[in-house]
C-alpha cells in the first residue's frame, strides 16, 4: 500500500522533551481509573477514563482491536551464544518475520535453540537485526511452544529484570483479546473493564471488532531526518462485513466513529474507500498517517500518549494538528500524566 507523505516534513517538527519518569511501568489498577485528557475545539479538559460514555453520544461506534498478544519475546543460543529473538509478523504455519539481537554474526542456516526440541532456522537474514526464522513446530504446536518458553513482548521502553513478568501475562491484554498473532497490545483498549463496557452499553454506544495483528515494528524508532524515507512495516489486518455494515449505517445516520486505539484507525483507514464507504477486508498494511492526510472514515480517537518522533505522535498530530498536539502533550507532562503503553489516553477529534 502506497502513502504519500508531505516530502517537506522532518523528524525534528515531531520532537519535544519527555522525562523518563513519565513512561508508566505499570498499569494503574482498576484499569479504568487512568486519567484521559479531552482535547476538542475549545481546549483541554482534565477528565478520567470513566468519563468516556459521557463524552460521546448514544448512536457514536467504537471500533476495538481484537488480536491477542503472543508472548513473542525468546531467549536462546546459537552455538553457545545467547540470542534474544521477537517475532514480529507470520509469514506461514511455522515462519515468522523478528528481530534478533545479536545479529551481526548470524548467517542463513543457523539454529537457534530456545527449549530441548524448540529450535529455529535462520532462513534469511535481512537488514536492521530483522530475520526470517523457520521453526521447528508449526500451528497450535508452535503456539503452545512460545506460551511455555516465551514472554510478553513488553515495548523497550517498560523496564523488567529479564523478560516480562506474570503480571504482565494479564496486563498486557485487552479485554477483547481474540484472534492470536500480535506481538505488541492495542494499548488503548487496556483501559476497558467490565463496568465500562456495562456504562457504555446503558449510554447506547455502539460495538464493533476489526482484527489488526499489531507488529513489533511499532517500536522502532524513526532515524531518518526527512519524514517520508521511513519505512513502516507491514501488519495483517481484517475488516468483517458485520463491522463494515456497522460503520456505513453509522455514518449515514450522522453519528461519529471512534476508533479505540491507533491500530483500529489504521486498519480502517486502509480499508475504507476513497468516500469513507466500508466493506470487508483483509490483507498487509503499511499505512502511513502524517499531517496532510485526509481522514475517509474516522471522527474520533481514543488512544495513549506517544513517544517524541514516533510515527504514532505524527499520527497523533495528523488528525487533530501537531500545534495542537504540541500543546496537549506539554499540558499532560506539567500536570503528571502517564506515557506510553500502560499510561493514561486522550480523546481527540478529527480537525476539520
Same mark, same amino acid.
Given at each position: 500500500?502506497?502513502?504519500?507523505?508531505?516530502?517537506?516534513?522532518?523528524?525534528?517538527?515531531?520532537?519535544?522533551?519527555?522525562?523518563?519518569?513519565?513512561?508508566?511501568?505499570?498499569?494503574?489498577?482498576?484499569?479504568?481509573?487512568?486519567?484521559?485528557?479531552?482535547?476538542?475545539?475549545?481546549?483541554?479538559?482534565?477528565?478520567?477514563?470513566?468519563?468516556?460514555?459521557?463524552?460521546?453520544?448514544?448512536?457514536?461506534?467504537?471500533?476495538?482491536?481484537?488480536?491477542?498478544?503472543?508472548?513473542?519475546?525468546?531467549? /536462546?543460543?546459537?552455538?553457545?551464544?545467547?540470542?534474544?529473538?521477537?517475532?514480529?509478523?507470520?509469514? /506461514?504455519?511455522?515462519?515468522?518475520?523478528?528481530?534478533?539481537?545479536?545479529?551481526?554474526?548470524?548467517?542463513?542456516?543457523?539454529?537457534?535453540?530456545?527449549?530441548?526440541?524448540?529450535?529455529?532456522?535462520?532462513?534469511?537474514?535481512?537488514?536492521?537485526?530483522?530475520?526470517?526464522?523457520?521453526?521447528?513446530?508449526?500451528?497450535?504446536?508452535?503456539?503452545?511452544?512460545?506460551?511455555?518458553?516465551?514472554?510478553?513482548?513488553?515495548?523497550?521502553?517498560?523496564?523488567?529484570?529479564?523478560?516480562?513478568?506474570?503480571?504482565?501475562?494479564?496486563?498486557?491484554?485487552?479485554?477483547?483479546?481474540?484472534?492470536?498473532?500480535?506481538?505488541?497490545?492495542?494499548?488503548?483498549?487496556?483501559?476497558?473493564?467490565?463496568?465500562?463496557?456495562?456504562?457504555?452499553?446503558?449510554?447506547?454506544?455502539?460495538?464493533?471488532?476489526?482484527?489488526?495483528?499489531?507488529?513489533? /515494528?511499532?517500536?522502532?524508532?524513526?532515524?531518518?531526518?526527512?519524514?517520508?524515507?521511513?519505512?513502516?512495516?507491514?501488519?495483517?489486518?481484517?475488516?468483517?462485513?458485520?463491522?463494515?455494515?456497522?460503520?456505513?449505517?453509522?455514518?449515514?445516520?450522522?453519528?461519529?466513529?471512534?476508533?479505540?486505539?491507533?491500530?483500529?484507525?489504521?486498519?480502517?483507514?486502509?480499508?475504507?474507500?476513497?468516500?469513507?464507504?466500508?466493506?470487508?477486508?483483509?490483507?498487509?498494511?503499511?499505512?502511513?498517517?502524517?499531517? /496532510? &492526510?485526509?481522514?475517509?472514515?474516522?471522527?474520533?480517537?481514543?488512544?495513549?500518549?506517544?513517544?517524541?518522533?514516533?510515527?504514532?505522535?505524527?499520527?497523533?498530530?495528523?488528525?487533530?494538528?501537531?500545534?495542537?498536539?504540541?500543546?496537549? &502533550?506539554?499540558?499532560?507532562?506539567?500536570?503528571?500524566?502517564?506515557? &506510553?503503553? &500502560?499510561?493514561?489516553?486522550?480523546?481527540?477529534?478529527?480537525?476539520?
Amino acid at each position: 500500500m502506497k502513502n504519500s507523505v508531505d516530502p517537506n516534513l522532518t523528524l525534528d517538527q515531531f520532537d519535544f522533551e519527555l522525562p523518563i519518569e513519565t513512561i508508566a511501568q505499570r498499569p494503574v489498577s482498576p484499569r479504568d481509573s487512568a486519567r484521559l485528557l479531552l482535547v476538542g475545539q475549545e481546549g483541554l479538559e482534565d477528565k478520567g477514563v470513566l468519563d468516556l460514555p459521557g463524552l460521546l453520544e448514544p448512536g457514536d461506534l467504537l471500533v476495538f482491536n481484537d488480536t491477542r498478544v503472543i508472548p513473542a519475546r525468546l531467549l /536462546g543460543k546459537r552455538r553457545d551464544a545467547k540470542m534474544e529473538v521477537t517475532l514480529h509478523k507470520r509469514e /506461514g504455519p511455522n515462519v515468522w518475520r523478528a528481530f534478533a539481537r545479536p545479529a551481526r554474526k548470524l548467517k542463513d542456516g543457523d539454529i537457534i535453540d530456545f527449549a530441548p526440541e524448540f529450535s529455529a532456522e535462520v532462513v534469511h537474514k535481512g537488514d536492521a537485526g530483522e530475520v526470517t526464522l523457520g521453526f521447528n513446530r508449526e500451528g497450535v504446536a508452535l503456539m503452545q511452544a512460545l506460551e511455555a518458553h516465551g514472554a510478553m513482548p513488553l515495548p523497550p521502553y517498560i523496564k523488567r529484570e529479564g523478560l516480562a513478568d506474570e503480571q504482565d501475562k494479564s496486563d498486557y491484554q485487552t479485554l477483547f483479546a481474540d484472534k492470536e498473532g500480535a506481538v505488541a497490545a492495542p494499548t488503548a483498549g487496556l483501559h476497558f473493564t467490565q463496568r465500562m463496557i456495562e456504562a457504555l452499553d446503558g449510554r447506547g454506544i455502539k460495538r464493533a471488532t476489526v482484527t489488526l495483528h499489531v507488529g513489533a /515494528g511499532t517500536f522502532l524508532p524513526v532515524k531518518v531526518d526527512r519524514v517520508a524515507e521511513h519505512k513502516m512495516h507491514a501488519e495483517f489486518g481484517e475488516v468483517n462485513a458485520e463491522t463494515a455494515q456497522l460503520i456505513n449505517a453509522t455514518k449515514a445516520a450522522g453519528k461519529k466513529v471512534v476508533a479505540v486505539g491507533t491500530t483500529s484507525l489504521r486498519l480502517l483507514e486502509s480499508a475504507a474507500a476513497d468516500d469513507g464507504a466500508m466493506s470487508s477486508w483483509s490483507g498487509d498494511t503499511d499505512i502511513f498517517i502524517t499531517p /496532510g &492526510y485526509r481522514f475517509k472514515v474516522i471522527d474520533r480517537l481514543l488512544t495513549n500518549f506517544h513517544l517524541p518522533k514516533s510515527t504514532l505522535f505524527m499520527l497523533v498530530s495528523a488528525l487533530a494538528g501537531l500545534e495542537t498536539m504540541q500543546g496537549a &502533550y506539554k499540558h499532560a507532562i506539567d500536570g503528571g500524566y502517564r506515557f &506510553y503503553s &500502560y499510561g493514561d489516553c486522550s480523546l481527540l477529534s478529527v480537525k476539520k
